[in-house]
């Protein structure tokens, strides 16, 4: 019986072993500069700094994606937690986000400011994500909101659909 027992108890131990870094155990896809996750801000923190008058902070965070440009994945928004967004450009327009990354918790590394949302990008945004004529006829007024110029995302790997060629995008009305 000690024979069998003791083996077992042995790999019962080693099976509920907490691990020391569970981050390190997920595989990341890096879209622009591959950031280093174990660098990560807290978002509340940075905001703070924000809020404390701060025009802009420079930082590697963490925060859900709430959704994606529909036509490229050229921007992104991201879920503060405080029933805020936060607009996500990507730095020089060099690299996308996949579009099914909504839902998806992204580590984002760049700049993190207050800004002022023009109506023409906020159309734009609509327009991109599929909104009627009327809704996008609707904005009318600017939108002051957070806003990161993205140097570097990572995302957990996952199977993804590829797209070859994704579909011409005129970005001659507006800036990334």
Same mark, same amino acid.
């Given at each position: ?37 174990? &660098? !990560?801000? +807290?978002?509340?923190? /940075?905001?703070? %700094? ?5 025009? #802009?902070?420079?930082?590697?965070? =963490? ?51 207050? &800004? !002022?949302? +023009?109506?023409?990008? /906020?159309?734009? %945004? ?5 909104? #009627?004529?009327?809704?996008?006829? =609707? ?38």
């Amino acid at each position: 019986m000690k024979r069998i027992l003791i083996p077992a108890l042995a790999l019962l131990a080693a099976c509920t072993s907490p691990t020391e870094n569970p981050v390190a155990e997920v595989a990341y896809d890096y879209f622009g500069d591959t950031i280093q996750i174990a &660098d !990560t801000t +807290s978002l509340a923190g /940075l905001l703070g %700094q924000l809020q404390g008058g701060t025009d #802009s902070v420079y930082g590697t965070f =963490a925060a859900p994606i709430s959704s994606v440009c529909q036509v490229k994945g050229c921007w992104m928004q991201l879920d503060l937690g405080t029933g805020e967004e936060a607009l996500v450009r990507f730095k020089d327009y060099g690299f996308f986000v996949p579009m099914d990354a909504a839902s998806e918790i992204a580590f984002v590394e760049g700049s993190l400011t207050v &800004d !002022t949302l +023009s109506v023409e990008w /906020l159309r734009h %945004q609509a327009e991109d994500a599929g909104e #009627s004529d009327s809704a996008i006829a =609707a904005i009318q007024s600017p939108k002051v909101s957070y806003s990161v110029l993205a140097v570097g995302v990572a995302l957990a790997q996952k199977e993804r659909a590829t797209e070859e060629d994704p579909a011409p995008h005129d970005h001659s009305s507006h800036e990334h």
